[in-house]
């Protein structure tokens, strides 16, 4: 059974910095990329950013681009994205998401709320 935990959310200043931490298991991580979404109040869940299997190849929303990194360390089956220079309309709940075999796999999520 595929599992991701995300972890390192919390309330931040506005101009401040995050590192949010997926952990997965059950299946071959190196196998797979992986994705971060977020999802504010009344809004719907959106793309964040995407790593591709050996971390080779990112890609990023506009609206991170420039802040956000996202990285991997296949050794420890764990995902990271490292925001910077938060604005308060970077709060949301930040989940974690793979692909396997066409089905979708979420995590329960972690809020990030960016205070002005």
């Known amino acids: 059974q595929v599992q991701l935990v995300e972890s390192g959310g919390g309330l931040v200043q506005a101009g401040g910095s995050l590192r949010l931490s997926c952990a997965a298991s059950g299946l071959t991580f190196n196998n797979y990329a992986m994705n971060w979404f977020r999802q504010a109040p009344g809004k719907e869940r959106e793309f964040v950013a995407l790593?591709?299997?050996?971390?080779?190849?990112?890609y990023y929303a506009n609206s991170v681009k420039g802040r956000f990194t996202i990285s991997r360390d296949n050794a420890k089956n764990t995902a990271y994205l490292q925001m910077s220079s938060l604005k308060p309309e970077d709060t949301a709940v930040y989940y974690c998401n793979v692909n396997v075999q066409d089905r979708a796999y979420w995590g329960q999520g972690t809020q990030v709320t960016v205070s002005s």
């Open positions: 790593i591709n299997m050996n971390g080779g190849y990112t």
